[in-house]
């Protein structure tokens, strides 16, 4: 018997589920500009969204490149939230959220 092999097995079970349970609350999100809009900095996006989500716990976002974003949220709840709120309008530029898909790519 190898001393370490049960909790090698059971440490990568727990990631594996952790991991599952984050997958199931994200979002993607583009951004859709006007021709000549300038793309908002994380900053701006982030404080626009943080105003429309004021319920939600802290969430974290990601630049994808090419006005794409990925949204991690706390909980389902929050992430039940936004996407309730669909496709949002930024006044000038739109947010689009999309389902969270693992092959992802921002050309597509």
């Not at 993607?28 to 716990?57: E, R």
């Not at 006005?67 to 909980?75: C, I, K, N, R, V």
Request: aromatic letters at 14%.
């Amino acid at each position: 018997m190898y001393p370490n092999t049960n909790h090698f097995i059971c440490s990568s079970l727990l990631v594996r589920i952790n991991f599952a349970k984050q997958i199931k609350r994200r979002l993607h999100g583009c951004l859709i500009l006007c021709k000549g809009d300038k793309p908002y900095t994380m900053k701006d996006l982030y404080s626009k969204l943080s105003t429309l989500w004021k319920g939600a716990a802290p969430w974290r976002m990601v630049s994808l490149g090419r006005t794409f974003y990925e949204f991690q949220f706390s909980s389902y709840e929050d992430l039940r939230l936004a996407w309730a709120a669909g496709t949002t309008n930024l006044k000038p530029r739109i947010l689009r959220l999309l389902q969270w898909t693992k092959d992802f790519t921002p050309s597509t």
